[in-house]
């Protein structure tokens, strides 16, 4: 995990709610070697007008290859391809048209690649 890594926002109840960047490295709570915690940017965010329910996630093609949160019950931060993050944001660009051009242009992906 490092500085300015993307950050899909997920709330159990309601799916991924939105983007955010990483503030910091990954680090340790506890001052050894472990990267048990990290700081999300609050100043750099974009908060979706409609989220997206983990079922949306899990029924994308390909999302169980490209999203570890698919395959995985558990956990607070799970891995995705560059092929994951275009599936995602063309979801979630398809969920909220209105903010489309704002989550390609926060995720830095063309919305042409999608179409």
């Not at 990954?26 to 001052?31: F, K, R």
């Not at 989220?51 to 490209?66: G, N």
């Amino acid at each position: 995990m490092r500085r300015g890594d993307l950050i899909f926002a997920y709330q159990a109840a309601e799916g991924l709610v939105g983007l955010t960047r990483l503030a910091s490295d990954g680090h340790s709570c506890h001052g050894d070697k472990t990267t048990d915690a990290f700081d999300l940017d609050s100043a750099t965010r974009l908060w979706f007008m409609r989220s997206i329910p983990m079922k949306v996630i899990r029924d994308l093609p390909e999302s169980s290859a490209e999203v570890e949160a698919v395959r995985m019950s558990q956990g607070t931060v799970y891995g995705v391809t560059s092929k994951g993050v275009a599936l995602l944001a063309a979801a979630i660009g398809e969920a909220n048209p209105g903010q489309a051009e704002d989550i390609y242009r926060f995720i830095r992906l063309s919305p042409s690649i999608h179409e």
